[in-house]
């Protein structure tokens, strides 16, 4: 709109103020209401994060056509990229993973026997404390049944699959069906995807843009720190659980534990739980050593098995928290352990799947705008935020970005 065309009075300071904030309520009350509509974008919004550096490589290194060109030429090989991993996840991997997953669901049933022959004997044990015998059965209410727990945590982790895919198939057109509703929540996802991938520079430009002046080198700052955040979790996780998945995998192939493509695949997913998702990747590893032989080492079996394959794993992790860790996730996060786990379970209860998976950089995020607030409200006088490095400090001693 143009500004000459307004003839009316300015607005009072105290009337810009009530207006701004009852735009904002306004603004948050539809974001409240409109909750469903929010997974389908952030993930449009991180899948396209994450394929953007084949449009940035595109649209430096082609030797022909203007910028706009090779950043459509970019966006299409992007696209085509993401494509093409897909139809490889559903052809090759799928089924090689269903494969396995088959071969884990015929090893649970004397998994469960095992685990409950075990359990129902350390019930039957008694303990003797100054004379007097105390039955464990007796504390605990008898024997277990182990399966029926397993049945439990397995609703349970269908559960938390369904939260995690389930943003891709909001019912859209719910009368229609529900794969019909999956494949046209794709669709938009991926149409999504591809505007974001064209036309993410200009969103920043156009949120500069209509930045205040005086203000617009504080959002410039900002937006730089929150993409040294994002650019550190998210493409550092993703390659911290490749790189996990793979060794893991290579590891219960060398010492003999059954299944090791679903103990790899694991591995990779949980590592998307911060602090807890290695030590949740351990159990299943661990049980299976302790009730199943060595198919490769013979004579590993048993508790020794078990104790071997918790230091293998331990050890994997320790050497990722010390060489992984530091070189591709940097210091963006710098989050102590407890908060990260704090942020995990509100993340689990806010939003299930996504909020766990998000719920890291989320927090960094926000403190790092709560700091710039805090640091406003404290500024003594006009001039540059004491703490806060100006976008020029940041342009020259910018240091290299993590993975």
């Not at 920043?204 to 040294?228: K, N, S, T």
Request: hydrophobic content about 55%; charged content about 15%.
């Amino acid at each position: 709109m143009d500004a000459q065309f307004i003839t009316s009075p300015a607005w009072s300071p105290r009337t810009r103020r009530t207006v701004a904030l009852i735009a904002l309520l306004v603004v948050g009350v539809f974001a409240w209401r409109l909750g469903d509509m929010w997974p389908p974008i952030i993930i449009a919004l991180v899948l396209a994060y994450l394929l953007s550096p084949i449009v940035g490589l595109a649209e430096r290194w082609l030797p022909f056509g203007n910028r706009r060109a090779r950043r459509m030429i970019g966006t299409v090989l992007g696209f085509v990229t993401a494509i093409l991993a897909i139809v490889i996840v559903l052809l090759i991997i799928v089924p090689a993973i269903g494969a396995q997953l088959r071969q884990f669901g015929d090893v649970l049933p004397a998994l469960y026997n095992q685990i409950e022959r075990l359990v129902n004997d350390l019930l039957a044990m008694s303990i003797t404390i100054g004379g007097q015998t105390i039955r464990l059965q007796e504390i605990f209410g008898g024997s277990v049944d182990v399966e029926r727990a397993f049945t439990l945590a397995e609703r349970d982790l269908a559960t938390f699959m369904r939260s995690l895919l389930g943003p891709l198939a909001t019912p859209v057109l719910g009368a229609v069906g529900t794969a019909l509703s999956g494949i046209i929540s794709a669709i938009f996802v991926l149409t999504m995807v591809f505007y974001l991938m064209r036309d993410g520079p200009r969103f920043i430009e156009e949120i500069l843009r209509i930045v205040p002046a005086p203000y617009r080198d504080d959002v410039q700052y900002l937006l730089h720190r929150l993409g040294q955040i994002w650019n550190a979790y998210l493409r550092g996780q993703l390659l911290l659980c490749l790189t996990m998945g793979v060794v893991v995998f290579m590891a219960a192939t060398i010492l003999g534990l059954r299944n090791p493509v679903v103990l790899g695949l694991l591995s990779g997913v949980l590592e998307f739980i911060p602090n807890l998702g290695p030590a949740l990747a351990l159990i299943p590893a661990a049980l299976f050593a302790l009730f199943f032989p060595s198919q490769t080492i013979p004579g590993l079996e048993g508790v020794f098995f078990m104790l071997v394959v918790i230091v293998v794993w331990t050890g994997l992790q320790n050497l990722e928290a010390i060489f992984l860790v530091p070189r591709i996730m940097g210091n963006s996060l710098d989050l102590h352990p407890f908060i990260v786990i704090v942020a995990v379970i509100g993340g689990a209860t806010l939003a299930g799947a996504l909020g766990v998976i998000l719920a890291a950089p989320v927090v960094a995020s926000l403190r790092l705008l709560g700091g710039y607030l805090y640091l406003k409200l404290m500024q003594p006088e006009p001039g540059p935020l004491a703490g806060l490095q100006t976008i020029d400090d940041v342009r020259i001693g910018q240091q290299e970005e993590p993975v």
